[in-house]
T-cell receptor, first 113, second 111 residues
Framework: NAGVTQTPKFRVLKTGQSMTLLCAQD?????MYWYRQDPGMGLRLIHY???????AKGEVPDGYNVSRLKKQNFLLGLESAAPSQTSVYFC????????????FGSGTRLTVV | GENVEQHPSTLSVQEGDSAVIKCTYS??????FPWYKQELGKRPQLIID?????GEKKDQRIAVTLNKTAKHFSLHITETQPEDSAVYFC??????????FGTGTSLTVIP
């Protein structure tokens, strides 16, 4: 039972490049989330999904897109990376939304130069 | 929407002393309050939570208290140990789709 797995763990991008972060969970959770973590700003919600085929915007969605084609996977895309997107990205999943605690992935450290 | 404020942003204590981290929230309908611990370079992990029908919850050396009238909740760590050093996040939700997180408290336990 792996829980929540994120790939890659580290990535360096040049400004304007694109990439996709993958989050996979094996707990049959309906809810999945993408957060970014920046110093002094805590965890800020980018996008989330309440089930297969659904997505919704969070607090800071600009510059990101997501897809949930399969229940176990939640993809975060950056179409044209900017230095402001340098951050640590965490995926999380939950059995019942914000009624129970999240299970977080191990994070992806992204640097955009 | 909900606004969660967390204080202090940094906290240093001597080993064996107690540590208290406080969070306030704005939405009176919030009813679930988890706390997460994030060790350096690791993922946040749930350490304790409390629901609005309970005023206090304990788990060994950690406890959480909730004051619904004042809209604040606190994390208490007693007999602190070096392995308690981490960033702690509070969160609040009204049972919807998402949590609202505080900005985190960096706790350092000095041996």
């Amino acid at each position: 039972n792996a829980g929540v797995t994120q790939t890659p763990k580290f990535r360096v991008l040049k400004t304007g490049q694109s990439m996709t972060l993958l989050c996979a969970q094996d707990m049959n959770h309906e809810y999945m989330y993408w957060y970014r973590q920046d110093p002094g700003m805590g965890l800020r919600l980018i996008h989330y999904s309440v089930g297969e085929g659904t997505t919704a915007k969070g607090e800071v969605p600009d510059g990101y897109n997501v897809s949930r084609l399969k229940k176990q996977n939640f993809l975060l895309g950056l179409e044209s990376a900017a230095p402001s997107q340098t951050s640590v990205y965490f995926c999380a999943s939950s059995y019942a939304g914000a009624n129970y605690g999240y299970t977080f992935g191990s994070g992806t450290r992204l640097t955009v130069v | 929407g909900e606004n969660v404020e967390q204080h202090p942003s940094t906290l240093s204590v001597q080993e064996g002393d107690s540590a208290v981290i406080k969070c306030t929230y704005s939405d009176s309908a919030s009813n679930y309050f988890p706390w997460y611990k994030q060790e350096l370079g690791k993922r946040p992990q749930l350490i304790i939570d409390i629901r609005s029908n309970v005023g206090e919850k304990k788990d060994q050396r950690i406890a959480v208290t909730l004051n619904k009238t004042a809209k604040h909740f606190s994390l208490h760590i007693t007999e602190t140990q070096p392995e308690d050093s981490a960033v702690y996040f509070c969160a609040a939700s009204r049972g919807g789709n998402q949590f609202y997180f505080g900005t985190g408290t960096s706790l350092t336990v000095i041996p």
